[in-house]
């Protein structure tokens, strides 16, 4: 339905007047999804996930450089295409109460419709008080129901969810998936931007691992099960850093946006390392029915 | 009920101003060498000292300072606010009827600058960053450093002298009766003056409006709300205004000291009969200390009672503040 | 070029007009100033740039003539206010609890009358004439500096050397004097600049109203009250240039102002 090939995003910056440099966020990242399951981007923190529903969305700054390829069903996904579908069949859950209008009651910000509101209420089990209630009258489970609920109120095809659970409880968390489960069950895609890799297991059907702005593997949820199955030497070193895997951390540091590296991003931190990779990025092959962007890759 | 606590606190406290307010301007005035014996003896040259000492008695300035005060005060308190040398009639009187004039050049000037300044900030906004945005930036930077007194000559320059679009002062045609004004009339010489006076804070009106508008497109919930398909002019009327108008609102009633401060120079420069007017022929001259004194409190009551509405307005409006009253 | 040296030069070119005011109106002989009345009510000129006035008198002379009594005038009691500011500032975020209550609440006196009228009141107290607008100017600008400092010194206060200090037993007054103040200085010295274009603006005013400096003295607030006569009958230069000389000078201090905050503390100023 969606596909990201090859997207790079940099921000021009100005430094006094006239000294400019542009700073690379994402660098050829691929991610496409498919009808009816969810595509989890995980990746750590501050690694510009977020800045990817941006792009597919077109709501960047506007200093912003967009390099690659989004298609639509095929169809190229320009500033016209994104303006006609954002709010109707391409649609964001964003991650907290702060996107949702301080000084506006709920019911109206999620549809003018009051017959939708009252249905997505209905689906979500709140009360049709709650329409009238501010955001900050709102729980932390009413919030994260709103927020899904101000999403699907266009009917999307497409629902992009941003670090959707952080601040809930397991239990509100799980409740919140089963919420996108759903989603995707009735036919559309979720794309869910996230940092618990945990999570994403439990819950995603394919999981792509973000790396320092690009996605290093796209594998199916159940490689996860050993690391023997995954493809790319980052994957693996996330697999033997979950806590049920003995919690092991790698050396080193993601690189920092703005020094990303030439060649392949996660070279500098690689044990099977060799001069080739540091030379030019890796092009994404298949493998074992999953993608991956690694010379070595088995 | 408890929403009325913040209020009725600031009520308290501003009764404590008023009246350390009333003790300062007091004291101050009394220590104005320019007072009723100079007047006296000025205006009487070659007076005996017995005399002089027959009016220090009718005066009452011999009396303990602390008792003078307090007389005075009563008086404040029971409406009876002395009497105005200059206009030889009670200071109350001549503060309402000139307050009166005052209110509708206040009024219009303190309108059309918050329509104006909010308009002009909300297209600055919207056009953020962008050649428009930076020029009338600039633009009003460069009006809140103009003094009120020359642009009011300007206009006057202007609009009267060199266009004639507009009489050259007061509030009505001279030499006719009060009662044969027409409305037109009265506005016709309104319009300079009340844009003289609206220059100032209309500037900082819209420079402080764009800094919110801003605000509100930086936010996430504008993020949002784009990403919900919604275009900047739809994010102004559905967020922004929602947003900026209450900040914007509690600005301009918390403007009254400028308000107040520029009308003298308003009122002056277009011989306009109000309440600002008056404080420039209570200070010179053989100085009207009743009448100064009467103004001075009621500016501070005037400003007291601006500063109480924007209290109320982001207590009671503002739904985050109403909840944290609860 | 570098945005340092284009500040300094900035800087320096303000600095220079300013100083070519004051020297010019202060060393203009009597005689620039005479009246002429073969040379009476002319518009601007190739001759005479800013016109004359009716008594033939040279006004751009005169502007330079009362520009240059506002620059003095504005210095000293901008210099008072921020010393006011200063000890305000101080006492308010040195002192416990209450005293930093008493000293707002003092401030929200001085803010619940019109600036305006509380300069006049004073001017009238003083007598009016150039002390009273002095002082009257100098005691109703503080305020907004006085918060600056306050603030910041509040923020210094939090760190852990005077904490240090204060547990090897040294005095308030002490740490103040050896610690803070020195801070201080960037702040209160930009903090003075920006006062300054206020302070002009105020004695204009209040002289244009009758309070400030006597009629006698070429003034721009005089010079402006004057030109109100001769408007009607279209002598219009007569309030045009010398006013706009003075919201152009109110500006290059402001610039001024602010180039210098840059040049002392390059990352919180913005040009």
């Keep these: ?77 320009d500033a016209a295409l994104q303006k006609k579908l954002r709010g109707h069949q391409l649609a964001l859950v964003p991650q907290s109460v702060t996107y949702l209008d301080p000084l506006m009651r709920v019911g109206r910000q999620i549809s003018k419709e009051k017959e939708t509101v009252k249905e997505l209420f209905g689906r979500y089990h709140l009360q049709d008080e709650v329409a009238r209630r501010f955001p900050h009258e709102l729980s932390g489970g009413m919030t994260r129901r709103i927020l899904i609920s101000a999403a699907l109120a266009g009917e999307p095809k497409v629902v992009i969810a941003d670090e959707p659970t952080p601040g809930l409880s397991p239990h509100l968390a799980e409740h919140a998936m089963k919420h996108f489960r759903e989603i995707a069950d009735s036919g559309s895609a979720v794309l869910l931007i996230t940092h618990d890799i945990d999570l994403a297991v439990r819950f995603a059907d394919r999981i792509a691992v973000f790396y320092a702005g690009t996605t290093v593997e796209t594998a199916n949820a159940s490689d996860f099960a050993d690391e023997s199955l995954l493809r790319h030497p980052y994957s693996r070193a996330l697999w033997r850093a979950m806590p049920q895997n003995g919690f092991s951390p790698t050396d080193g540091t993601q690189p920092y946006a703005g020094s990303l590296p030439a060649g392949c991003l996660y070279a500098p931190r690689c044990a099977m390392r060799t001069p080739e990779c540091v030379s030019a990025p890796p092009e994404p092959r298949d493998i074992r029915g999953g993608e991956v962007s690694c010379l070595y890759a088995t | ?64 300072p602390v008792q003078r005060y307090l007389g005075w005060l009563g008086g404040i308190l029971r409406g009876d606010w002395g009497k105005s040398t200059s206009y030889r009639q009670p200071v109350l009187d001549v503060i309402g009827v000139r307050f ?227 | 070029m570098n945005r340092r040296l284009s500040a300094a030069i900035t800087a320096g070119v303000i600095l220079a007009v300013i100083l070519a005011i004051y020297i010019g109106g202060t060393f203009l002989p009597e005689s620039a100033l005479r009246a002429d009345f073969s040379q009476k009510g002319l518009p601007p000129s190739a001759s005479h740039i800013f016109g004359t006035d009716f008594l033939g008198r040279d006004m751009f002379t005169r502007t330079v003539k009362g520009l240059s009594i506002s620059l003095v005038i504005g210095a000293a009691a901008s210099v008072i206010s921020a010393f006011i500011a200063l000890a305000v500032g101080v006492t308010a975020a040195m002192g416990r609890g209450w005293v930093d209550h008493a000293v707002n609440w003092f401030i929200d006196v001085f803010m619940s009358v019109p600036h305006t009228v509380l300069i006049i009141l004073i001017s009238v107290a003083l007598a009016r004439g150039v002390k009273g607008m002095l002082v009257g100017v100098a005691v109703t600008h503080w305020v907004g500096l006085a918060r600056i400092i306050r603030g910041e010194v509040m923020q210094i206060r939090g760190r852990q050397y005077i904490a240090a200090s204060r547990r090897f037993g040294k005095s308030p007054l002490w740490i103040a004097r050896k610690h803070i103040l020195p801070h201080m200085v960037p702040q209160f010295f930009v903090g003075l600049i920006l006062l300054f274009p206020h302070a002009i603006m105020h004695e204009s005013g209040l002289t244009f109203l009758g309070f400030g400096l006597p009629p006698e003295q070429p003034a721009i607030g005089i010079i402006l009250s004057e030109s109100m006569k001769y408007i009607s009958g279209g002598a219009v230069w007569l309030a045009f240039f010398p006013g706009l000389s003075l919201v152009v000078l109110v500006l290059l201090i402001d610039k001024l102002g602010n180039t210098i905050r840059y040049l002392l503390e390059p990352r919180e100023a913005q040009l």
């Design chain 1, 1 to 77: 339905m969606l596909d990201v090939k090859n997207l790079s995003l940099s921000f021009r910056m100005y430094d006094g007047a006239f000294r400019r440099r542009d700073l690379k966020v994402i660098a050829n990242l691929n991610v496409s999804v498919r009808e009816g399951e969810i595509l989890a981007v995980a990746g750590s923190s501050g690694s510009g996930k977020s800045l990817l529903a941006h792009a597919i969305l077109g709501v960047l700054p506007k200093n912003a450089i967009l390099e690659g390829e989004m298609l639509w069903f095929g169809k190229p996904l």
């Design chain 2, 1 to 64: 009920m408890s929403k009325l606590k913040p209020i009725a606190v600031y009520i308290a406290r501003g009764i404590t101003l008023l009246l350390a307010v009333s003790i300062c301007s007091f004291i101050l005035a009394s220590a104005s060498p320019i007072n009723p014996e100079t007047r006296y003896r000025l205006s009487h040259p070659g007076v005996s000292d017995e005399k002089v000492a027959q009016m220090r008695d009718y005066w009452g300035i011999d009396e303990p």
């Design chain 2, 100 to 326: 009166k004039t005052s209110l509708a050049l206040m009024l219009t000037a303190w309108t059309l600058s918050g329509l104006f300044g909010f308009g002009i900030g909300s297209l600055m906004a919207v056009f953020r960053g962008r050649p428009l945005d930076r020029i009338v930036k600039r633009v009003c930077l460069f009006m809140c450093s103009i003094p009120t007194f020359w642009i009011g000559l300007v206009f006057l320059a202007v609009f009267a002298a060199m266009l004639g679009w507009f009489p050259f002062g007061l509030a009505v045609p001279a030499g006719v009766p009060p009662e044969q004004v027409t409305l037109g009339q009265r506005i016709h010489h309104l319009i300079l003056p009340a844009l003289t006076l609206s220059f100032l804070s209309f500037s900082n009106l819209a420079l402080h409006t764009r800094e919110k508008l801003i605000d509100v497109y930086d936010s996430d919930f504008a993020l949002f709300a784009r990403a919900r398909g919604e275009s900047d002019t739809k994010i102004l009327f559905r967020h922004g205004i929602r947003n900026a108008l209450i900040p914007a609102i509690t600005m301009q009633f918390g403007s009254f000291a400028e308000l107040f401060g520029g009308s003298v120079f308003a009122e002056n420069i277009f011989s306009y009969p109000g309440l600002g007017a008056a404080v420039s022929v209570a200070g010179t001259g053989a100085t009207d200390i009743p009448l100064f004194l009467g103004i001075v409190m009621f500016s501070a009551c005037f400003i007291f009672a601006g500063n109480l509405i924007a209290n109320i307005l982001t207590n009671l409006i503002d739904p985050r503040t109403k909840e944290a009253a609860r």
